[in-house]
């Protein structure tokens, strides 16, 4: 038999591998991840039938080369293109993973670890993350128990990313705030009675949202002093959390505060201002309504001689007149002398007026007005209503006038918080002193506050200076220990951001939770939060994210990288072995930044197959697979002519 029979025997076969490694690149053109391979050929054998002589210096021939006779081809190696890059295939799926560069995924099927470039993984009903053809768990670290930002590189495990702890995310109590903003002394809101609002929003410990209403209030604004009180606490559904439970929250102190908040009485038919004109001797007195017509001489008598005394203008009966508010004599035309008139300044005359109301339930508040318009010089600038301590009551206290003003001589002098209410409508508890202004307007000049912090700038620049005397601008809300309080945790407030400044009458202070500077951020508080989505890092890190704003930490993908890749063994489905050729995996995995490799979200590795190189590669298999059966034809007629000879 002729060796060439077996040489193009061997070149079949050897090409029929080829072309079967050309297929298969072919057919897996869509695998993910997949990496083509090629095919190289080797000299099978030869026969030497002479072998090589050297040249002889004895006989001077040269030497000769040896005879050999080839016996075919055979494979020399099927190479996987394992270290070419794949395009990348978007999906906008999350857990559609590409890497760039030269690292593995790492899955393991319960009893041994495979590696593999095809990152389409998915969660399970056991809430795993696992490839979606194989089921196979995906491994990676796990997060470091003692500390939930880390991650506990040790070995690789699988990663259970849907666990009943992980699908929500625990609610934490508000314990920083911050109060920032603008206080301008010309807003109307800082200088009325409710005081500029702010609102903060903040939770207990259960998660629930509570809006603590705080009132900035001016004091001096010339020395930069104003005051911040907690007025009420709110829980979500806007009603308040009850006296009881108030009296557990502390803010700042009690304090005696100046004050300017002013109060108009309650409309009422029967209200009545009364004036009362007096010389001072108790010679000459007009008492009566403010604004009503009197007639000379008519009932109630008022005798001219008295005006004559006060007003210096002789009246005749039958004249009528009116007293204004600010004690002047009004008499209208058609009158002996019309005019208007002011008091004679003697040194001991005065004008009062008086603010009568007569409420239907019985209340009766009978006062002199401390800061009606006098003309008279020697009335006092200012008399006031004091809380006398030990009765409850309010008194009269009269000026520091070195002629004393005299007291109310037909009315009350004394009054109660109870009467003021029901004429103002409003609470006084904690007033100490106050005004009535000569249209009936109750101005509080100074009182007790509960939970007020007393806040001060710099009067020159406006800068933050102290909050109830600390320069660094904190002050607690406490809400105590009690049983009431106990899903409640103290919050502490920062003021170090507000300033005194001119902003068109319009103050900006206001308040959130959450602190400042190297706390920024931190302390706001939140509710309880559901799951909303996962998403994985270019790292690997796997992290979820809640409805409540947060996010956790809940492991990292680990991958592998090997010494040298092209040996690992195909396995099938996309994954791979290691050998003693590729490097042994250690069990615990790299991060794949080390590399300087990335993982992509949302995108898989396409096949690397070079569609133009395989076609190539397949003219030339065929080509050859058909020269080869050519060898086999001639062969076979040479043997065909050896055989003819005995003819």
């Given amino acids: 038999m002729m060796r060439s029979l077996y040489s193009g025997v061997a070149g079949l076969r050897t090409h ?24 190289t050929f080797n ?6 039938t002479k072998r090589a002589s050297g040249a002889s210096a004895e006989t001077g021939v040269g030497g000769t080369n040896a005879f050999q006779i080839g016996l075919g081809v055979k494979v020399g190696a099927i190479n996987t293109n394992i270290a070419t890059q794949g395009a990348m295939q978007t999906t906008n799926l999350p857990f559609d993973l590409a890497i760039t560069g030269s690292a593995f995924f790492i899955v393991n099927n319960g009893f041994e670890n495979f590696f593999t470039r095809a990152g389409s993984f998915y969660i399970d009903g056991a809430g795993n993350l696992a490839m979606t053809s194989t089921g196979y768990n995906v491994m990676g670290w796990q997060v470091d128990p003692d500390n939930p930002n880390n991650i506990r ?13 992980n699908m929500t995310f625990p609610p934490e109590a508000t314990t920083l705030a911050t109060v920032s903003g603008i206080v301008d002394k010309n807003d109307t809101d800082i200088n009325s009675s409710i005081g500029k609002i702010m609102n903060l929003e903040f939770f207990d410990n259960l998660g629930y949202r509570y809006t603590a209403r705080l009132a900035t209030h001016v004091i001096d604004a010339d020395s930069g002093q104003f005051y911040t009180q907690l007025v009420d606490i709110l829980d979500m559904n806007g009603v308040s959390i009850g006296p009881d439970r108030l009296e557990q929250v502390t803010f700042g102190s009690n304090e005696d505060v100046l004050s300017s908040i002013s109060y108009l009485p309650r409309t009422n038919t029967n209200r009545q201002q009364y004036i009362n004109v007096n010389d001072g001797v108790g010679g000459n007195v007009i008492s009566g309504p403010v604004g009503v017509t009197t ?8 005798p001219s001689a008295a005006i004559q005394a006060l007003y210096g203008v002789a009246l005749v009966d039958g004249d009528t007149f009116t007293i204004n508010q600010a004690g002047n004599l009004v008499v209208p035309a058609g009158s002996s002398a019309p005019g208007i008139y002011v008091p004679v300044a003697a040194a001991s005359a005065r004008v009062d007026i008086y603010f009568v109301e007569h409420q239907t339930l019985g209340n009766d508040i009978h006062f002199a007005v401390g800061t009606a318009p006098r003309p008279l010089a020697n009335i006092p600038a200012q008399n006031f209503y004091r809380l006398n301590a030990s009765s409850g009551d309010f008194e009269f206290v ?14 009350d002098s004394v009054i109660t918080a109870d009467n003021i209410e029901a004429l103002y409508g409003i609470p006084l508890d904690g007033v100490l002193e106050f005004i009535v202004e000569g249209n009936g ?21 406006g800068a933050f200076a102290r909050i109830s005397g600390n320069p660094d601008g904190n002050i607690i809300l406490g809400f105590g220990a009690s049983d009431l309080m106990s899903n409640f945790t103290d919050i502490e407030l920062n003021f170090s951001n507000v300033l005194m400044t001119n902003n068109n009458g319009m103050a900006t202070i206001g308040a959130s939770a959450g602190g400042t500077g190297v706390n920024r ?4 508080g939140r509710r ?21 704003g947060q996010s956790r930490l809940l492991g990292q993908i680990s991958t592998a990288t090997f010494a040298n890749p092209s040996g690992l063994e195909k396995r099938g489905d996309n994954l791979y072995s290691a050998t003693m050729n590729s490097g042994e995996f250690d069990g615990i995995g790299e991060d794949i930044k080390i590399g300087g490799g990335y993982m992509s979200s949302g995108v898989l590795e396409m096949s690397n197959v070079d569609l133009s190189a395989e076609f190539t590669e397949m003219i030339t298999t065929q080509r050859g697979f058909q020269a080869n059966s050519r060898i086999i034809t001639v062969s076979d007629t040479l043997l065909e002519e050896l055989t003819n000879l005995k003819r």
Avoid: C
């Avoid at 591998?17 to 090629?38: C, E, H, L, R």
């Avoid at 000299?43 to 030497?48: F, N, V």
């Avoid at 951020?521 to 706001?524: A, D, E, I, R």
């Fill in 398 to 411: 009269p000026g520091t006038d070195p002629v004393p003003p005299l007291g109310p001589p037909t009315f």
């Fill in 528 to 548: 309880i939060g559901e799951m909303i989505e996962v998403i994985v890092q270019d790292d690997g890190r796997i992290y979820a994210n809640y409805d409540n």
């Fill in 521 to 524: 951020g931190l302390g706001t």
């Fill in 295 to 302: 007639t000379v001489g008519a009932a109630p008598n008022v």
């Fill in 16 to 39: 029929q591998t080829k072309m079967d490694v050309i297929g298969n690149n072919i057919a897996n053109v869509n695998t993910t991840a997949y990496k083509a391979q090629s095919v």
């Fill in 153 to 165: 590189k040790d070995s690789v495990s699988a990663l259970r990313v849907m666990t009943e702890a």
């Fill in 43 to 48: 000299e099978l054998m030869y026969q030497t």
């Fill in 441 to 461: 307007t109750l101005t509080v000049i100074r009182r007790e506050v509960e939970n007020v912090a007393l806040l001060d700038f710099i009067p020159g620049t």
